[in-house]
Nanobody, 129 residues
Framework: DVQLQASGGGEVQAGGSLRLSCAASGFFFDDYAIGWFRQAPGKEREGVSAIKIRDGTTYYADSAKGRFTIVTDNAKNTVYLQMNSLQPDDTAVYYC??????????????????????WGKGTQVTVSS
């Protein structure tokens, strides 16, 4: 069975850090782009960061640049999102997702693409001021 197991959410104070994990199973990891969306109550879904496993190409939303880092552990079929300098605006449910298409990451994880192959369950991130 295909699984994307997301973990690592929690509650931190502003300025703190969290590391999210997305463990993949049931599909050939190297063929996919994997990344993170987030959605806060009353707000639109936002693509935060993504990586193409095969070549390491990365994508960061403007809100994530300079604060978040996405890396993979190919031996564990896991993608990590290190989030530093967290702010209350980062509060949201974070979902990892995977797609095999060759589209550019900014499009896959943008507002207009709704064809992601696989989704994980969300993990809550809460940042208090």
């Amino acid at each position: 069975d295909v699984q994307l197991q997301a973990s690592g959410g929690g509650e931190v104070q502003a300025g703190g850090s969290l590391r999210l994990s997305c463990a993949a199973s049931g599909f050939f990891f190297d063929d996919y782009a994997i990344g993170w969306f987030r959605q806060a109550p009353g707000k639109e879904r936002e693509g935060v960061s993504a990586i193409k496993i095969r070549d390491g190409t990365t994508y960061y939303a403007d809100s994530a640049k300079g604060r978040f880092t996405i890396v993979t552990d190919n031996a564990k079929n896991t993608v990590y999102l290190q989030m530093n300098s967290l702010q209350p605006d980062d509060t949201a449910v974070y979902y990892c997702a995977a797609d095999k298409s060759e589209y550019e990451l900014g499009y896959l994880f943008g507002l207009d693409y709704y064809g992601m192959d696989y989704w994980g369950k969300g993990t809550q991130v809460t940042v208090s001021s």
